[in-house]
Protein backbone atom coordinates (compact mmCIF):
# COMPACT_ATOMS: atom_id res chain seq x y z
CA UNK A 1 0.00 0.00 0.00
CA UNK A 2 1.48 3.43 -0.73
CA UNK A 3 1.71 6.19 1.58
CA UNK A 4 -1.29 7.73 -0.34
CA UNK A 5 -3.44 4.76 0.33
CA UNK A 6 -3.27 3.95 -3.50
CA UNK A 7 -3.13 -0.18 -3.67
CA UNK A 8 -0.79 -2.01 -5.48
CA UNK A 9 -0.83 -5.92 -6.54
CA UNK A 10 -2.06 -8.43 -3.61
CA UNK A 11 -1.33 -12.33 -3.61
CA UNK A 12 -2.07 -14.80 -1.20
CA UNK A 13 -4.85 -12.75 0.54
CA UNK A 14 -7.97 -13.81 1.72
CA UNK A 15 -10.20 -13.65 -1.11
CA UNK A 16 -13.41 -11.38 0.48
CA UNK A 17 -10.07 -8.87 1.51
CA UNK A 18 -8.92 -9.47 -2.28
CA UNK A 19 -11.78 -8.56 -3.37
CA UNK A 20 -13.18 -5.59 -1.55
CA UNK A 21 -9.04 -4.50 -2.31
CA UNK A 22 -9.92 -4.95 -5.98
CA UNK A 23 -13.42 -2.61 -5.72
CA UNK A 24 -11.16 -0.01 -4.14
CA UNK A 25 -8.54 0.50 -6.45
CA UNK A 26 -11.34 0.30 -9.48
CA UNK A 27 -13.45 3.10 -7.08
CA UNK A 28 -10.66 5.84 -6.31
CA UNK A 29 -10.75 7.00 -9.77
CA UNK A 30 -14.10 8.35 -8.13
CA UNK A 31 -12.58 9.56 -5.21
CA UNK A 32 -14.07 7.45 -2.87
CA UNK A 33 -11.65 7.05 0.39
CA UNK A 34 -8.18 5.70 0.16
CA UNK A 35 -7.21 3.09 1.91
CA UNK A 36 -5.08 3.98 5.42
CA UNK A 37 -4.54 0.53 7.26
CA UNK A 38 -4.74 -2.99 6.53
CA UNK A 39 -4.93 -5.76 8.94
CA UNK A 40 -4.97 -9.49 8.34
CA UNK A 41 -5.18 -12.02 11.44
CA UNK A 42 -4.59 -15.92 10.73
CA UNK A 43 -7.93 -16.90 9.70
CA UNK A 44 -9.39 -16.98 6.50
CA UNK A 45 -11.65 -14.30 6.97
CA UNK A 46 -9.46 -12.04 10.00
CA UNK A 47 -8.97 -9.29 8.19
CA UNK A 48 -10.01 -5.17 8.72
CA UNK A 49 -9.44 -2.22 5.77
CA UNK A 50 -9.70 1.01 7.32
CA UNK A 51 -10.33 4.16 5.13
CA UNK A 52 -8.78 7.54 5.42
CA UNK A 53 -12.45 9.04 5.75
CA UNK A 54 -12.37 6.98 8.97
CA UNK A 55 -15.17 3.90 7.36
CA UNK A 56 -13.97 -0.02 7.30
CA UNK A 57 -14.62 -3.22 5.76
CA UNK A 58 -13.98 -6.43 7.52
CA UNK A 59 -14.18 -10.16 7.38
CA UNK A 60 -16.62 -12.65 8.53
CA UNK A 61 -14.05 -14.03 11.22
CA UNK A 62 -13.66 -10.43 13.14
CA UNK A 63 -14.74 -10.50 16.76
CA UNK A 64 -17.71 -8.71 16.92
CA UNK A 65 -16.32 -6.58 20.01
CA UNK A 66 -13.67 -5.32 17.58
CA UNK A 67 -15.92 -4.38 14.86
CA UNK A 68 -18.23 -2.48 17.61
CA UNK A 69 -15.19 -0.65 18.84
CA UNK A 70 -14.59 0.42 15.16
CA UNK A 71 -18.19 1.64 14.37
CA UNK A 72 -18.48 3.53 18.01
CA UNK A 73 -15.30 5.18 17.73
CA UNK A 74 -14.72 6.07 13.78
CA UNK A 75 -11.31 7.00 12.88
CA UNK A 76 -9.86 6.83 16.45
CA UNK A 77 -7.89 3.93 15.80
CA UNK A 78 -4.33 4.58 14.34
CA UNK A 79 -4.22 0.66 13.21
CA UNK A 80 -5.58 -2.82 14.16
CA UNK A 81 -3.17 -5.98 15.00
CA UNK A 82 -4.03 -9.75 15.33
CA UNK A 83 -1.67 -12.08 17.07
CA UNK A 84 -1.85 -15.51 18.43
CA UNK A 85 -1.55 -17.47 21.59
CA UNK A 86 -2.29 -20.87 23.08
CA UNK A 87 -4.07 -21.24 19.71
CA UNK A 88 -6.51 -18.43 20.21
CA UNK A 89 -6.53 -15.06 18.04
CA UNK A 90 -6.44 -11.85 19.66
CA UNK A 91 -7.06 -8.39 18.81
CA UNK A 92 -5.95 -5.24 19.71
CA UNK A 93 -6.90 -1.53 18.43
CA UNK A 94 -3.86 1.43 18.90
CA UNK A 95 -5.88 4.30 19.14
CA UNK A 96 -4.38 7.48 18.59
CA UNK A 97 -4.76 9.06 21.87
CA UNK A 98 -1.57 6.16 22.69
CA UNK A 99 -4.01 4.17 24.33
CA UNK A 100 -4.10 0.27 23.08
CA UNK A 101 -8.04 -1.83 23.25
CA UNK A 102 -8.11 -5.16 23.72
CA UNK A 103 -11.02 -6.23 21.25
CA UNK A 104 -11.07 -9.31 21.41
CA UNK A 105 -13.78 -10.91 23.18
CA UNK A 106 -11.67 -13.97 24.61
CA UNK A 107 -8.34 -12.35 26.17
CA UNK A 108 -7.24 -15.89 26.62
CA UNK A 109 -5.24 -15.73 22.90
CA UNK A 110 -3.67 -12.26 24.83
CA UNK A 111 0.07 -12.66 24.78
CA UNK A 112 1.68 -12.83 28.36
CA UNK A 113 2.69 -9.31 29.97
CA UNK A 114 0.73 -7.79 27.41
CA UNK A 115 -2.40 -6.48 28.79
CA UNK A 116 -0.09 -4.61 32.02
CA UNK A 117 2.32 -3.42 29.29
CA UNK A 118 -0.46 -2.00 27.56
CA UNK A 119 -1.98 -0.37 30.91
CA UNK A 120 1.89 1.12 31.40
CA UNK A 121 2.80 2.37 28.40
CA UNK A 122 -0.64 4.80 28.50
CA UNK A 123 -0.59 5.77 32.15
CA UNK A 124 2.90 6.15 32.81
CA UNK A 125 4.97 6.48 29.45
CA UNK A 126 2.79 8.80 27.76
CA UNK A 127 0.96 6.09 25.39
CA UNK A 128 1.76 3.10 22.91
CA UNK A 129 3.81 4.19 19.93
CA UNK A 130 4.62 0.69 18.35
CA UNK A 131 2.74 -2.62 18.90
CA UNK A 132 4.09 -5.93 17.08
CA UNK A 133 2.70 -9.33 17.92
CA UNK A 134 3.70 -12.91 16.91
CA UNK A 135 1.60 -16.00 16.17
CA UNK A 136 2.87 -17.90 19.00
CA UNK A 137 2.50 -15.40 22.21
CA UNK A 138 4.82 -13.17 21.29
CA UNK A 139 4.98 -9.40 21.09
CA UNK A 140 7.30 -6.29 21.33
CA UNK A 141 5.33 -2.64 22.56
CA UNK A 142 6.99 0.61 22.31
CA UNK A 143 5.70 3.29 24.63
CA UNK A 144 6.21 6.93 23.26
CA UNK A 145 8.97 7.44 25.78
CA UNK A 146 10.97 5.13 24.40
CA UNK A 147 10.63 2.74 26.90
CA UNK A 148 9.63 -0.74 25.32
CA UNK A 149 8.50 -4.48 26.90
CA UNK A 150 8.56 -8.04 25.17
CA UNK A 151 7.97 -11.29 25.97
CA UNK A 152 8.50 -14.79 23.83
CA UNK A 153 10.88 -13.04 20.87
CA UNK A 154 13.42 -14.89 19.49
CA UNK A 155 16.59 -15.40 21.49
CA UNK A 156 18.93 -13.42 19.14
CA UNK A 157 16.31 -10.46 18.91
CA UNK A 158 15.93 -10.47 23.20
CA UNK A 159 19.69 -9.99 22.80
CA UNK A 160 19.64 -7.35 20.57
CA UNK A 161 17.50 -5.49 22.04
CA UNK A 162 19.12 -6.45 25.56
CA UNK A 163 22.33 -4.79 24.08
CA UNK A 164 20.51 -1.99 22.80
CA UNK A 165 19.61 -0.88 26.17
CA UNK A 166 22.64 -1.52 28.13
CA UNK A 167 24.58 0.58 25.08
CA UNK A 168 22.16 3.49 26.03
CA UNK A 169 20.60 3.31 22.37
CA UNK A 170 16.92 3.62 21.70
CA UNK A 171 15.02 1.62 19.62
CA UNK A 172 13.64 3.15 16.91
CA UNK A 173 10.70 2.36 15.12
Known amino acids: MAE ?3 IGKHHG ?3 GLSDKLDGQRQVMVAKLPAVDDLS ?3 GSEEWIVRF ?3 SFSCGNGVDPKLKGILKEDAGGASSVLFGRNNGYT ?3 ALMKDGSGLITSS ?3 GLPNGLLDALKEAHVAHQGVQTLAMGPDGEFFLKAADGTFWRSNLHPSLDRMLDELAASGSSVGW
Do not use: F, H, Q
Request: glycine share 16%.
Open 106 to 108: EYI
Open 40 to 42: VGY
Open 13 to 15: LPT
Open 52 to 54: KDG
Open 90 to 92: TSV
Open 4 to 6: DGA
